[in-house]
């Protein structure tokens, strides 16, 4: 399964049904992705969990008073399917108010951050 895909959803569906936190598989990808979506401000806040084989991580779900800071997200790169970006190629997603996260030799970065370090990389997918 994709745990990408399956983060990204449950954010998503847990803003819709109005929950305060959802906890998630740990994997080094998905806590930076974490991070990521932490530092923009889709999330409130983020802790890993447990020990050895059994690690999760928290995540608090973010709010602009009764909605859901997340609206939509669309994976882009899927394991079937690889999507790549020169840095040159990179364009604003919905003229700014979404974001792109992108894996790059640099690490996790968004869109913006990513052209500003003049890297290209694997699209992940794009939140708004």
């Known amino acids: ?20 936190s959802i906890t998630v598989p740990f994997s ?9 979506l932490a530092k923009h401000g889709y999330i409130k806040s983020f802790e890993k969990r447990g020990k050895k084989v059994a690690k999760f991580i928290d995540v608090e779900v973010a709010y602009v008073g009764n909605e859901p800071k997340i609206k939509g997200a669309e994976r882009i790169s899927k394991l079937s399917r690889r999507m790549y970006e020169k840095v040159k190629d990179i364009k604003p997603f919905r003229h700014g108010f979404g974001v792109a996260i992108l894996t790059t030799p640099k690490g996790i970065l968004t869109d913006k951050e990513a052209k500003k370090a003049n890297v290209g990389g694997e699209i992940l997918f794009k939140i708004w």
Not at 1 to 20: C, H, P, Q, V, Y
């Open 1 to 20: 399964m994709d745990s990408i895909a399956n983060f990204i959803t449950m954010l998503k569906n847990a803003g819709e049904a109005r929950k305060e």
């Open 28 to 36: 080094k990808m998905t806590f930076s992705i974490a991070e990521a």
